[in-house]
């Protein structure tokens, strides 16, 4: 027999909520800290491109984010490039290509689009989630042009860096965590951001849908109605 649904539970829709994408609410870290450097050395670049690899929710976004305003790029998507974007490209044109691990809609593009930018003294900034080598890239003149720039990576985090993010993610939610709480599940999850931005959602969904604050029994309830599921 399926029990009864509360008001509150009813009404705990997946709400969207706006992350904090500035540059003071970037969390510098060992794990980062060539990757910050690297946002911050523009544009100073010693070459016109440069790759920024780094696992999901690894703060890529942001780095980027933070890095088109400071460099007034333009920011392009590597699955969404066409030949017309060529057509648009301004001299000493600032682009970001953006997921390059996501797939390519046509490789020739993306190899004269660097060409272009190259040609015309602008910078590039490519990110993806994987290292160059480890991309299925077929056109062997665009391999060979992305194996040439720079990568810089950003590292498996610390822990220390975990729970700032946690927090942070917490709060893009109106949510005031207790450190003793974040202690509590942060001994309970996989060391990962990618885990960190699910745990964080889920919580919230669960406190929404119970109509209560998050606490140490509720989040305990939670996570363990996650085990069993």
Known sequence: MSRAVSHSEQ?????????????EDFYLSKSNELAVRLMDDWPNWGQYGQILAGPAASGKTHLVNV?????KATILSAKDLQRSTLQNIEAN????????????????NLFHLLNLVKEQGGHVLLSSRVEVSQLPIKLADLRSRLLALPLVSINAPDDSLL?????KQFADRQIEIDPQLVEYIFRRMERSMQAVSELVALLDRGALRKGRALTRPLAREILANRVSS
């Open 11 to 23: 009404l705990a829709f997946d709400l969207p909520h706006r992350p904090a994408f500035g540059a």
């Open 163 to 167: 729970k700032a993010v946690m927090i």
């Open 93 to 108: 044109k600032v682009i970001c290509i953006e997921d390059v691990d996501r797939g390519l809609c046509n490789a020739e």
């Open 67 to 71: 890095w088109r305003l400071q460099a």
